[in-house]
């Protein structure tokens, strides 16, 4: 296939009857899915789903990251039909990969959401299938560690943000994007030893023992650097990235409900991705575009490349242990 087969390909989406391989379809037209992979239920003979979890509630400041999984799609469709650039294999030919559609739940039911969103992820998990979720507010992070502890145990997290998310909240069904750290550390679903967060820069006292590597230490080290220091923490635990698009600067990012600046830029963060190859990385989710104060789609489109590189993450390990 080559970029002329756009001539004919069109609504991938749907009429894609293999699940590997690139796609060649026109970026301005046709159905839009992530990547332009199929939408798929089933998952049989998958390697990864993308999900979407279109859900804000416990906003600090701007909502409307509950659009973010329709435009980080739509911002997909520019990436350049050929194999991500600079992994040295490509993991759109070598994994089966399904766009797994969105949640559904009952907006008016605030309080069923966790639970729908858990069992959500427990449905991927059980079929041996790795999840990348697009949001979303940071709270529904929460929810899918509950799903990744119940299989692999409390997971090292890997998180890229401004905001610690560690501010104390006892009450476990309380839905709010601030506090989803504090109760994954109070209720086993994440090894604070093992557990690093990058690009903060707002103050809490109380880290629950999470690992910091602050935007500040990551702009005097270097990415390559941030990136082996994140490895010496991680270790081989079973890891869950999550990353929430206000760690890179509002420069890069001005979409988001909680922009602070001195973040980190896209190359720093394309680097450091590109650098912690070999984690032992078992899913992850891209959090907190919020297209609605991004009129130009760059945050959709960082947020689109950052859920790619998790891909990549995801494969490097599969086409390295198998």
Not at 46 to 67: C, E, S, Y
Not at 169 to 180: A, C, E, N
Not at 266 to 284: T, V
Not at 293 to 298: N, P, S
Request: charged residues 25%; glycine residues 10%; negative net charge.
């Amino acid at each position: 296939m080559a970029l002329e087969d756009a001539k004919h390909l069109v609504d991938e989406a749907f009429t894609r009857e293999d699940l590997k391989g690139l796609s060649f379809e026109n970026t301005f037209g046709g159905a839009t899915s992530f990547l332009r992979r199929r939408y798929r239920k089933e998952l049989d003979g998958v390697d990864i789903a993308v999900t979407g979890v279109p859900f804000d509630q416990a906003v600090t400041n701007r909502p409307g990251t509950r659009l973010g999984p329709r435009a980080i799609r739509e911002a997909s469709a520019l990436q350049s039909p050929d194999a991500p650039y600079g992994w040295g294999y490509d993991p759109l030919t070598e994994l089966a990969i399904v766009d797994y559609g969105d949640l559904a739940f009952d907006y008016a039911n605030i309080s069923a959401f966790p639970a729908a969103l858990t069992a959500h992820i427990q449905r991927i998990l059980a079929a041996d299938v790795a999840s990348v979720a697009l949001g979303g507010d940071h709270y529904i992070t929460f929810p899918m560690l509950k799903a990744y502890a119940e299989k692999y145990g409390p997971m090292a997290l890997l998180q890229f943000d401004a905001h610690s998310d560690s501010w104390a909240d006892d009450d476990m069904d309380r839905v709010d994007h601030g506090t989803f750290v504090y109760k994954a550390v109070k209720m086993g679903l994440i090894d604070p030893a093992r557990s690093v967060q990058v690009g903060i820069r707002t103050s809490n006292e109380d880290t629950m023992g999470v690992n910091i590597i602050d935007a500040a230490e990551v702009h005097e080290i270097g990415p390559v650097e941030t990136a082996r220091r994140i490895k010496s923490i991680l270790g081989d635990h079973p890891t869950y990235l999550s990353f929430d698009i206000d760690g890179l600067d509002p420069a890069y990012a001005p979409g988001t409900g909680t922009p602070v600046w001195g973040g980190l830029t896209s190359p720093q963060a394309a680097r450091i991705l590109r650098e912690i190859a070999g984690i032992n990385i078992k899913g992850g989710d891209v959090v907190e575009v919020s297209p609605p104060f991004d009129t130009t789609g760059v945050t959709a489109i960082a947020g689109a490349h950052v859920a790619t590189e998790i891909i990549c993450l995801l494969g490097w390990n599969k086409r390295n242990n198998d």
